[in-house]
């Protein structure tokens, strides 16, 4: 990044010099001076136009080589750190992947990199101006104040991107449900009033026009004072570099924390293999969620229903990237899947059936044999005879302690435990035979 900026501040330099060179050499042609009196300043002219070009490439190079890099350490912990919560919405997931770390992206090269390369053009050009007063109090205004208002501003637009990304992949996803039950036009103008408001707050934060008044103001002072014309436009042509700080954006962080439901149920003791059984709406999930967050990362896993658009073979990989043939083929005979490694599953697993898609997923639990196996329904679109093979099976290879919540009375003579819940909060718990 230090390249960047002593690139970025060479090619400011050369548009500034540019400016005032090719305004002296304006003002001094029509006075048909001799034309070697003109012809260091033609030269001049024409090389500072070819720098300026040239410097300026190499700038965007620099500076974007440099963000680029630190983008892939920035993905990737951002990455990790999504793959430790739970249940975060997709809008939002979306949005910390995307907009966010391309916020913090965009601060380096749109906000850091340009407000130090316009300090040190506009130091320079001051120095060179024998400080006019006007020139040093507008850059004062747009390189300290306005920057610093438009940072203070209150911005946290991202509760209203994640709605906005929400209800877009929504309509994107589910249009033929959507339109099926008469929804689209509903979903599209509750998403179309999200976008306008984004775009509407993203408007009145922006303090450019007071930034560009501040640029004209002080010329006119410049030239009010009698100023040489070629040192006014120098003065302009600096502010120039300063005018976008005023539309500075502070990155707002994502909370650390994922906030606690409303009801957060006792969460049983871990031991053997529990079965958590209780009619719709009776909090098997719930307790399978609160169980999870509880859970450090390397102790357990939640059997995580996610099918992405890619193969077979990398969809199982996700729970040990390391696994050898041996390893997949062992998980797949245990789940009794009969998917070829390679082939490609469609987005959410829409390419292939419910049941294959249960079994992927189970394939995958297999494959990361965590000590505590959570699972929600995990024979879900199974026929009933394979449902009970499978979840045995799985219970059989599993080493540590597994807790399912199922709604099928004929798999609980596979546990060691049964916790039948009622209404939220109330629950029997007894052990099978």
């Known amino acids: ?99 966010n770390v391309d916020q913090q992206l965009d601060t380096r090269l749109r906000a850091t990199l340009p407000w130090i390369t316009a300090a040190l053009v506009g130091t320079i050009v001051t120095a060179a101006s024998g400080f006019s007063l006007p020139l040093v109090a507008g850059l004062l205004i747009n ?9 203070r501003r209150p911005r946290d637009l991202t509760p209203l991107r994640a709605r906005l990304t929400e209800q877009t992949t929504e309509l994107v ?71 976008p700080l005023a539309a500075l954006t502070k990155p707002v962080p994502e909370p650390t924390d994922e906030p606690e439901p409303a009801h957060s149920p006792e969460t049983p003791e871990l031991t053997g293999r529990t079965a958590i059984v209780g009619p719709s709406g009776s909090g098997k999930t719930t307790l399978l969620n609160a169980i999870a967050r509880k859970l450090e990362p390397s102790k357990g896993a939640l059997a995580d229903a996610h099918v992405f658009h890619t193969t077979v073979r990398t969809n199982v990989l996700l729970a040990k990237p390391d696994a050898t043939q041996e390893q997949l083929d062992r998980a797949a005979r245990i789940t009794e899947l009969d998917l ?31 000590e505590i196996l959570l699972m929600d329904e995990p024979t879900e679109g199974l026929d009933p005879d394979q449902a009970d093979r499978v979840l045995g099976k799985v219970l059989d290879n599993c080493q540590g302690t597994a807790l399912v919540a199922t709604h099928r009375e004929e798999q609980l003579a ?20």
């Open 340 to 370: 070829d490694w390679d082939r490609v599953v469609g987005e959410r697993g829409e390419e292939i059936s419910g049941g294959q898609r249960q079994r992927l997923i189970l394939t995958r639990s297999v494959l990361a044999n965590p």
């Open 143 to 151: 390189l300290a104040l306005l920057p610093w208002l438009a940072v």
């Open 1 to 99: 990044m230090k390249l960047a900026i002593l690139v970025g501040t060479l090619a400011e330099l050369a548009g500034v010099g540019l400016t005032a060179t090719a305004t002296w050499l304006i003002m001094r042609a029509a006075e048909h001076p001799p034309m070697h009196a003109l012809t260091v300043a033609i030269v001049a002219v024409r090389t500072l136009a070819l720098a300026k070009g040239a410097l300026r490439y190499l700038e965007r190079l620099t500076s974007h080589r440099a963000v680029l890099s630190e983008a892939v350490e920035l993905r990737g912990r951002v990455y990790d750190d999504l793959a430790h919560r739970r249940h975060i919405p997709s809008g939002t997931a979306l949005t910390r992947i995307v907009t």
């Open 173 to 243: 996803h589910s249009k033929e449900e959507l339109i099926a039950y008469g929804l689209f036009d509903e979903k599209l103008r509750a998403a179309t009033k999200t976008a306008k408001e984004l775009s509407r707050r993203e408007r009145t934060r922006d303090l450019t026009p007071l930034a560009i008044a501040v640029q004209f103001g002080a010329a006119l002072l410049m030239l009010a004072q009698h100023e040489p014309a070629w040192l006014v436009m120098a003065a302009v042509a600096t502010f120039e570099i300063t005018v």
């Open 414 to 433: 596979l546990f060691d435990h049964v916790r039948h819940r009622g209404p939220i909060g109330h629950e029997h718990v007894g052990r099978v035979g």
